[in-house]
């Protein structure tokens, strides 16, 4: 018989939504500065179909996005089971009612996503762990939506000063934008249409 998870802990945030976190989860007590900045910058309304919630946490990014894109499909994905299942509480506490389906998934970035599925792709990495960890799961994560992405599909990352632009991007041909702050910055990579075939 699967072990059950502790009971999750709820809080309500500014704008009068509930997150739930279990144990173990980033930021469990509080949404850090980092995930607040990147709330205020998400894309509103961009016609994205299919969106992915990268290394999802408590799935508060993802959830955001599923109220601005009400038929949009959302996946969150991480490696945490923990994680995931505050993710999938978080998103049924204030998103549940919308049209758009919602996939929760526990496994390694979007290693079995499809080549050309997804329009947008939110990646809020945690920045409390050991520099050699970090950079090697934003590496990780960075390789996956390359191949996941569609044409013009658009990858966001928050990052901790500029550190987050070659890591982030480097796989991805694409263009960036960014939105600063006194500590972080939002990156924004489009993927560029393939040129097989082409002229």
């Known amino acids: 018989m699967a072990a059950q998870l502790p009971a999750p802990r709820r809080r309500r945030r500014p704008g009068g939504r509930t997150v739930v976190n279990h144990a173990g989860v980033f930021c469990a007590e509080h949404l850090d500065i980092g995930t607040r900045f990147f709330l205020q910058h998400l894309p509103d309304g961009s016609g994205a179909r299919r969106i992915v919630d990268l290394g999802c946490g408590n799935g508060v990014v993802g959830t955001s996005a599923a109220l601005t894109h009400p038929d949009a499909e959302i996946l969150f994905t ?18 549940g009612d919308r049209p758009g389906g919602a ?3 526990v496994g390694d970035g979007l290693a079995e996503a499809e080549p050309d599925s997804v329009d947008l792709v939110l990646n809020n990495p945690p920045f409390t762990r050991t520099r050699r960890r970090r950079t090697r799961r934003r590496r990780g994560c960075s390789r996956r939506p390359d191949a996941a992405l569609a044409p013009g599909g658009e990858l966001w990352v928050v990052g901790a000063g500029t550190s987050a632009t070659t890591s982030s991007c480097a796989a991805c041909s694409a263009t960036v934008n960014s939105s600063r702050a006194t500590k972080f910055v939002v990156l924004k990579a489009v993927k560029r249409p393939s040129r097989r075939g082409g002229a």
């Open 78 to 95: 991480d490696e945490s089971h923990q994680a995931v299942a505050s993710a999938r509480a978080t998103y049924a506490a204030n998103a």
């Open 103 to 105: 996939v929760f998934q």
